[in-house]
């Protein structure tokens, strides 16, 4: 049965205007993510991560042993603390801990690495702040899902202790666009399409190799690290990312957790004020971080 509640997000997602240029669209997500406004017990409080902007959000009861570090999605060249806080606070209430979300630099003023550079920093910081690794999940969607992963790599080639968990909304971990589902999902997709990756790949890499570990997991040694949630929609054209990385996980002998939602579209928990599906896959979120940051 179609679910009434993304079909009335379609429509709405068909009727925005499209900006082409960076700096527009830049005003256009953080404009839409402003809009859901932010629950009246979500305290906001910005920091200094070591050097990266960033900022907590946390509900009344959020215990502060714990943490999830967010990174927002937007293809590492658009999207901010704005468009995603929303997300950010209603990630900590379903985990019961708090989310430190951070603003890390955006392609292509700052091309690959920096985005992962940012990423370890910040993970330091939390460790540096008392924080046991035990007790932080990293967090993310579409980019930002797949600097999860990325940002995982890095921290264990710095010799940091690994964090409890990664939970990945939408991941993007193949910048080359070889998933089939570029192709059989393009129709269903109204957000996504393979121009669009190839076109964000370019200016993030700035010339790098596309098959970096940090940039695309997919081509990284993921043995040892920790367990994973990786949620996508039936509909999008990364789909293919997502099964391919819960494939690279299993045979690295990674506990993972491969959800894919029937009928959801791209990063559908943003949406979440207003789809019950999004709702429901952060409250399987939350149940993720508690069990892995709460000896379950």
């Known amino acids: 049965m ?54 907590w959000t946390a509900t009344p009861d959020a215990d502060s042993a714990g943490a999830i570090l967010y990174f927002h999605g937007g293809g590492y060249v658009i999207g901010s603390l704005d468009s995603h806080r929303h997300l950010a606070g209603e990630v900590g209430r379903a985990s019961g801990t708090r989310t430190l ?20 920093i910040s993970y330091r910081y939390l460790l540096d702040s008392g924080i046991a690794a035990k007790r932080i999940v990293l967090a993310g969607d579409s980019a930002g899902g797949g600097l999860v992963v990325g940002a995982m790599l890095a921290i264990r080639e710095a010799g940091l202790a690994l964090p409890a968990g990664g939970w990945c909304i939408s991941p993007w971990v193949d910048m080359e666009a070889k998933g089939a589902s570029f192709i059989d999902r393009a129709e269903t997709d109204p957000t996504v399409q393979k121009a669009t990756i190839e076109m964000m790949a370019q200016w993030y890499l700035g010339g790098a190799n596309p098959r970096h ?5 997919l081509y990284g040694d993921l043995r040892g690290l920790p367990p994973l949630l990786i949620q996508v929609g039936a509909v999008e054209t990364l789909l293919d990312d997502s099964i391919a990385l819960a494939r690279k996980a299993a045979i690295s002998d990674v506990m993972v957790n491969l959800q894919v939602w029937p009928e959801m579209i791209h990063v559908w928990p943003l949406f979440f004020p207003m789809l019950t599906a999004g709702r429901c896959a952060i409250a399987d979120g939350g149940s993720f971080v508690r069990n892995l940051t709460r000896g379950h």
Do not use: C, N
Not at 19 to 36: K, N, P, S
Not at 109 to 116: G, I, Q, S
């Open 2 to 55: 179609s679910d009434p509640e993304i079909a009335r997000l379609r429509e709405i997602i068909a009727a925005r205007p499209r900006a082409t240029e960076i700096a527009q669209m830049r005003i256009d997500i953080d404009q839409r993510g402003r809009a859901f406004g932010l629950a009246p017990d979500v305290s906001v409080q910005k920091v200094d991560a070591g050097g990266v902007p960033a900022e």
């Open 101 to 120: 979300a951070i603003d890390y630099r955006l392609a292509p003023e700052h091309p690959f690495p920096a985005p992962v550079q940012d990423a370890v």
């Open 213 to 217: 570990p940090h940039a695309a997991p």
